[in-house]
């Protein structure tokens, strides 16, 4: 069985930073990149930031130039935030994409981490 764990959320003032985390486990032959995705109180969920199995990042305009999504291993994907502003406050998802078991191919997502930001 496949889990995403996310860790990594908190409270942080306007300008901080906070480094997300998020760990696959589980009896999986590959996975075709990741994503991060949020969703603010009262939104619909959004996608933030996504790594392609090549290494190529692409990033949601608000968040160009602030945050940076990388891997540690074939199974770790993070999400540095940088100069957090309070409207990237909400729930951040990680997703990954294309993961492959021995029964299918498909997404996954975590449980999310809570991420606040105030002004």
């Known amino acids: 069985q496949v889990q995403l764990v996310e860790s990594g959320g908190g409270l942080v003032q306007a300008g901080g930073s906070l480094r997300l985390s998020c760990v696959a486990s589980?009896?999986?032959?590959?996975?075709?990149?990741f994503g991060w995705h949020r969703q603010a109180p009262g939104k619909e969920r959004e996608w933030v930031a996504r790594?392609?199995?090549?290494?190529?990042d692409h990033y949601t305009d608000s968040v160009k130039d602030r945050f940076t999504i990388s891997i540690t291993n074939a199974r770790t994907v993070h999400l540095q935030m940088n100069n957090l502003k309070p409207e990237d406050t909400g729930v951040y998802y990680c997703?990954?994409?294309?993961?492959?078991?021995?029964?299918?191919?498909?997404?996954?997502w975590g449980q999310g981490t809570q991420v606040t930001v105030s002004s």
């Open positions: 790594l392609t199995p090549g290494g190529n």
């Open positions: 589980g009896t999986i032959f590959a996975i075709n990149g």
């Open positions: 997703n990954a994409i294309g993961v492959r078991t021995a029964d299918d191919r498909r997404d996954y």
